[in-house]
């Protein structure tokens, strides 16, 4: 099935649910991202859609402070606890361009399932208007349970299709080697001795990772790929 026939689908689900639980009018993103992949992502979102284009475009996936926390957490969390991670420039990005639109605040819920995804509940929180936070907490156990359905139903979907993109890793073999020593402190030049490769290849790859990580320098995808667990030794 199409990402898209199926996104419409589980709005529908969503729609269903918010009715039911007196929750109608929160904006909402379910997200889906395979965690050793993170450029293979699903969504299904009633965010504004010039916000999921620019989120979606830029793969903010990779540098979204929400995505980042939840990579490593297991419970759910407001917002504001990923302004600690605001302070580096490239994250800063993700919530400047989204306050444009109107995206100041929000709660996420969090799911890690059995195929290694990373799936995501997030509902959007209007400045000043506290008795909506206090709704999501308060219904917390039964918002999680939904979310656990839902994954279940975008699993049993999603299984069947032949040619997933998912299996598809972020990273070639050699550019997982090049990642783990330059993780390791290795300069280009000790990292093509080590590899047997020249030094221009070495800085070839090492853009490659930046690029596919939506960062501008080496350090800034060390630090990610730390984050985000994606070094592996080789």
């Known amino acids: 099935m199409e990402q898209q026939n199926l996104s419409v689908k589980i709005k529908r689900i969503f729609s269903d649910y918010l009715r039911e639980s007196n929750l109608t009018d929160m904006m909402y993103t379910y997200l889906v991202l395979k965690k050793t992949n993170p450029s293979e992502i699903f969504t299904a979102s009633t965010y504004p859609a010039a916000w999921q284009d620019i989120y979606l475009s830029n793969s903010y996936q990779f540098i979204d402070p929400v ?23 490239n994250l800063t ?8 639109q109107g995206i100041t605040g ?104 930046c690029k596919k990580l939506g960062v501008t320098n080496s350090k800034h995808a060390i630090r990610l790929g730390i984050e985000l667990n994606l070094i592996i030794s080789p």
């Open 93 to 100: 990005k993700v919530f400047t361009q989204s306050a444009k």
């Open 106 to 209: 929000g709660y996420t819920f969090v799911l890690h399932d059995h195929c290694d995804n990373l799936a995501m509940l997030s509902f959007l929180l209007p400045p000043g208007d506290e008795s909506r936070e206090i709704n999501i907490i308060e219904n917390k156990s039964n918002i999680f349970q939904f979310l656990v359905d839902t994954h279940a139903y975008y699993l049993d979907i999603t299984s069947n299709k032949k040619d997933s993109s998912f299996d598809k890793p972020l990273f070639s073999a050699r550019e997982h080697e090049v990642f783990y020593w330059a993780s390791k402190g290795k300069t280009n030049v000790e990292i093509g001795c080590m590899l047997g490769i020249t030094l221009s290849t070495v800085k070839f790859h090492l853009r490659n990772i």
């Open 67 to 89: 995505v980042l926390i939840a990579m490593n957490r297991i419970t759910s969390f407001s917002w504001a606890e990923c302004f600690s991670l605001t302070e580096r420039a």
